[in-house]
């Protein structure tokens, strides 16, 4: 992985264990708007993307009455409320992060909204270590499209070349290698031969400090 200049770290997955809290509050939605066991979503098709992907699939097939963003805000409140309850960062990431900000800039680049980004990072109090903060919101295309990572590597003036991002889902590893980036899998959430296209896959945070330092 070196040299290198900078390193972006994906979010949901990497920094907090909160893809099965995306995936409760979206069964919990669901339920409510009646599709407990019609809803058709097989939540790992969407790790990595954002939780716009999932509803208009869903709506595409269900043609449910409420407005995309009622149904957004449904699951945003209940996942809110989950994360707040469980606090499930991972306990290891901390370490890592303040590290490598001792070392040069770092970005958070992932597919939840800000709202969300912020919540996450108020947990884990890893805010002011992160030079840039990207949401999918802030890009025309989420991944597995690079432009998360263009971007943040834009904030960060650093070139596209230089940057090594830590993900964990399949669509996050296709993004950071379409961004022309080299890329760290780590298997918090797929196991790693769903991870064969990153540069190199990982089991936990002090073996991707071992790469990096």
Same mark, same amino acid.
């Given at each position: 992985?070196?040299?290198?200049?900078?390193?972006?770290?994906?979010?949901?997955?990497?920094?907090?264990?909160?893809?099965?809290?995306?995936?409760?509050?979206?069964?919990?939605?669901?339920?409510?708007?009646?599709?407990?066991?019609?809803?058709?979503?097989?939540?790992? /098709?969407?790790?990595?993307?954002? +939780?716009?992907?999932?509803?208009?699939?869903?709506? $595409?097939?269900?043609?449910?009455?409420?407005?995309?963003?009622?149904?957004?805000?449904?699951?945003?409140?209940?996942?809110?409320?989950?994360?707040?309850?469980?606090?499930?960062?991972?306990?290891? %990431?901390?370490?890592?992060?303040? *590290?490598? !900000?001792?070392?040069?800039?770092?970005?958070?680049?992932?597919?939840?909204?800000?709202?969300?980004?912020? *919540?996450?990072? /108020?947990?884990? $109090?890893?805010?002011?270590?992160?030079?840039?903060?990207?949401?999918? +919101?802030?890009?025309?295309?989420?991944?597995?499209?690079?432009?998360?990572?263009?971007?943040? *590597?834009?904030?960060? $003036?650093? *070139?596209?070349?230089?940057? %090594?991002? #830590?993900? +964990?889902?399949?669509?996050?590893?296709?993004?950071?290698?379409?961004? $022309?980036?080299? %890329?760290?899998? #780590?298997?918090?959430?797929?196991?790693? /031969?769903?991870?064969?296209?990153?540069?190199?896959?990982?089991?936990?945070?002090?073996?991707?400090? !071992?790469?990096?330092?």
């Amino acid at each position: 992985m070196k040299p290198y200049s900078a390193v972006i770290f994906d979010m949901d997955g990497v920094i907090v264990n909160s893809e099965p809290l995306h995936e409760r509050a979206f069964l919990e939605t669901f339920a409510q708007i009646g599709h407990a066991d019609s809803h058709g979503i097989h939540f790992p /098709d969407y790790y990595g993307r954002s +939780d716009q992907a999932v509803w208009i699939d869903f709506i $595409g097939a269900h043609r449910p009455p409420h407005p995309l963003a009622e149904l957004s805000r449904m699951k945003q409140e209940r996942f809110l409320n989950l994360l707040r309850a469980e606090r499930p960062i991972f306990p290891a %990431v901390s370490e890592l992060v303040i *590290a490598l !900000a001792s070392r040069g800039p770092i970005a958070l680049a992932s597919g939840s909204n800000h709202t969300v980004i912020s *919540a996450v990072l /108020d947990l884990c $109090g890893l805010r002011p270590h992160f030079r840039a903060v990207v949401s999918a +919101d802030d890009v025309p295309r989420g991944k597995p499209a690079p432009d998360i990572f263009l971007r943040s *590597a834009e904030l960060l $003036g650093v *070139a596209q070349a230089e940057c %090594v991002v #830590i993900e +964990d889902s399949v669509a996050g590893v296709a993004a950071g290698r379409a961004a $022309g980036m080299k %890329v760290i899998g #780590i298997t918090n959430s797929v196991p790693a /031969d769903k991870l064969r296209e990153a540069d190199a896959t990982v089991a936990g945070y002090p073996a991707i400090q !071992a790469m990096l330092f």
